[in-house]
């Protein structure tokens, strides 16, 4: 018995008939512009698609925001390959969030990264959102724990200008998502057995760099996390 | 009263002495590269950096797999600027995941992009945890949507040799979460209000190249999911 | 050093002051009900409350509303210690929803519940909502299954009237649940090694009725699921 | 063209001939006591049950532990329309869990109920595995605010014996349940529009007795909240 299949594949066919025309143009343009890239990256380096096509093994776990202005491979001037990716809104760590902790286990437990790097950046418009108080829909929710660093750091930020308190609030974002990481059982497993690191980044859009925001800890802080958090065999 | 700064943040000064000296090193290598990049940069487009700050407007919304083989504004051959992003393991759209969904809403009714991308990639990890047994972890959870497409195709993935039923997943997962796309809210009233377009895309890493996987569908497809998913005012 | 307790625990004292009086009597009411019921209790079955304080051994799990009118134990005519129960709006059970899954893993691997009954009830507000196309806020966003579920049906459902409809969807969402639950590892695992059973039921508000919906099915579907759905060690 | 019905109902019928039989037993027993039940309080109370089909209008919304042990319209001497319910593994308000943040939105803002109570109870199981340090499965993602909790306050609870460190950590984690609600927008809103009021309590399971557990609180930490929280139109 043969059922209709219900959708199709193509490498070369046009896009789907039932797409408007200027969405069709626009795939073309996207596939036109990637078989480019495809075509340059091979002749430069003929040993990178046989290569990644065996498998990854990425030292390096990037935690980001969505925004389309900090494409961590491009900032890092790395290639394909070398970096393992969860983006959300705001790189906001939830210690609940299935999505998030998902990617972490995977990099963590099963490719093994041996960094974690949580990257927030200047003029972020989930921070802007979290310092306004209008209603925007589900983001308010997934934005709660801004506004509890918010909250929590009311005094802090309250004498700052705009743009002052945006970047603060960012800042306070990595310094508090580093912490969130560091309580996960399955980081704080791969600290203890195999030097596992977390560190805090910020991208400022001006300038195109990047600079760390670390929580300055003794190693009794560890321990005291360790006793909460550390759930085993 | 002055509370001593539980955090600190450098855009010069050396990394945390709390942080192993390997970490350091690691750390030193990714700032410098990030500076150089930033630097070329600059050089080669001074407009970008400037513009950038001043927002952003990206035309395309980008689902991918948080897999390091695919970064995404990398293999479109595009820039900073061009492509908002959520990654996560296996490009999965649950339609109640409040991480995911707060990205489309912020990109669908905020950003206003043109296009939706969901993109999988052939030897997907995720697709080959799923059509295997084994116990993972949180991951097992975040990949139930994906067996229950395997459950749903177990004839057509039957016959099939690993490489292939891999391939195939991943083609049903892609269409799969198109639909899911077409089915949130917020998408609906975009395609509705403003022609808003979904397409799914695979990537296969052997060739560096994407293929489409699109849903065929009649205009009363959409009106009766328009029916079943439409909330407004 | 002594900090200031930021709460305070009171079996006799007054509520706090910061509360309006009118809370306070609410609260000196519910205090007061629940002092008589507990003393009834205790004078017709003074073994009730030492043998529950030596822990729990419950034989159901239940899954139902939040509904009001739908409290299962006294529905069921049965005792504090016999149901163990997770209450959500319109009983859904979502495969990713840690919420949901932590009380079902509880259940049934650690308290090693005999069944499962899923319960859904007439009238129930989130299946209205499903069937409308008003925003309510969040609510819509956990209500997608509903609306999966009003699309795949809409053939069964489109000749009914307004309560007919409801009541359908409410007996569609509980066998779909049924099928939710039956594909879940822990749920698998127990059905194979001790023959949990999970059952559906919804309960008429009018005659304070239960009744079944059960999916009727061969062994081999059930075979088919545990090939697609499970995981082990 | 009629379909088969994948699913049947039976207000009459035997269970499923696919449920072994003494699982049809349970079922039998279970329907047969709620028969009994349904008549008794029809044969007491005649416009009870017309009564409840007309709607609901409980003036609290509970949320409590799963714990077969607290079923809380029974414990609170109420009846089927007074409490509109959420029960979860030991009663965690997380701020982006979407399964209680809309049972919390339907009671809040459609309901209007008058009063939330959060409730703990003693000898809490969920509290007990996060005061251990077992891996248990999904739970223990579940319960990391608990453990959140538990490093906060470690040096409160050090000295303590098991049983008493328990009752702490319930109470802290009532106390910290109802912070997590007086911040969400939903309530923040109802407590300045009408006097909503949220309400910490512990029922102990060797006296069947409710505690108030209260956090104490001046006019301006609201308004500090209502800063921070408030998201409108």
Redesign the interface.
């Known amino acids: 018995m043969t059922t209709p299949n219900?959708?199709?594949?193509?490498?070369s066919?046009p896009?789907?008939?039932?797409?408007?025309s200027?969405?069709q143009d626009?795939?073309a343009t996207?596939?036109s512009?990637?078989?480019?890239?495809?075509q340059y990256?091979?002749s430069t380096d003929p040993t990178?698609?046989?290569s990644?096509?065996a498998?990854?093994s990425?030292k390096i776990l990037w935690i980001g925001c969505?925004?389309?202005?900090?494409?961590?491979?491009?900032?890092?001037?790395?290639?394909?390959?070398?970096?393992?990716?969860?983006?959300?809104?705001a790189n906001i760590v939830?210690?609940?969030?299935?999505?998030?902790?998902?990617?972490i286990?995977?990099?963590v437990?099963?490719l093994k990264v041996?960094?974690i790097?949580l990257c927030g950046h200047?003029?972020c418009?989930?921070v802007v959102a979290a310092l306004a108080?209008?209603?925007?829909?589900?983001?308010?929710?997934?934005?709660?724990?801004l506004?509890?660093l918010?909250?929590k750091h009311?005094a802090e930020l309250e004498g700052l200008g705009d743009a002052e308190k945006g970047k603060k609030l960012v800042?306070?974002n990595v310094?508090h998502g580093v912490e969130m990481l560091r309580?996960n059982?399955?980081v704080l497993q791969a600290v203890e057995e195999r030097?596992l690191?977390v560190?805090?980044l910020?991208y400022?859009?001006?300038?195109?760099?990047?600079?760390?925001?670390?929580?300055?800890?003794?190693?009794h802080v560890h321990e005291?996390?360790k006793?909460?958090?550390?759930?085993?065999?």
């Open positions: 219900p959708y199709r594949t193509t490498e066919q896009p789907s008939a039932t797409t408007p200027t969405a626009h795939i996207i596939l512009q990637n078989a480019s890239w495809a990256t091979y990178l698609f046989p990644l096509s498998g990854q990425p969505c925004d389309s202005r900090v494409p961590e491979t491009t900032i890092l001037g790395l290639k394909p390959g070398d970096v393992f990716v969860h983006r959300n809104i939830s210690p609940t969030d299935l999505n998030a902790l998902s990617a286990e995977y990099a437990v099963y041996e960094r790097y200047t003029s418009g989930g108080n209008k209603k925007l829909g589900k983001i308010d929710t997934w934005l709660v724990p506004r509890q918010r909250m009311a800042e306070l310094a309580q059982a399955d030097g690191t560190h805090g910020v400022n859009l001006q300038s195109g760099r990047l600079y760390t925001v670390d929580v300055d800890e003794e190693r005291k996390r006793e909460a958090f550390e759930v085993s065999g």
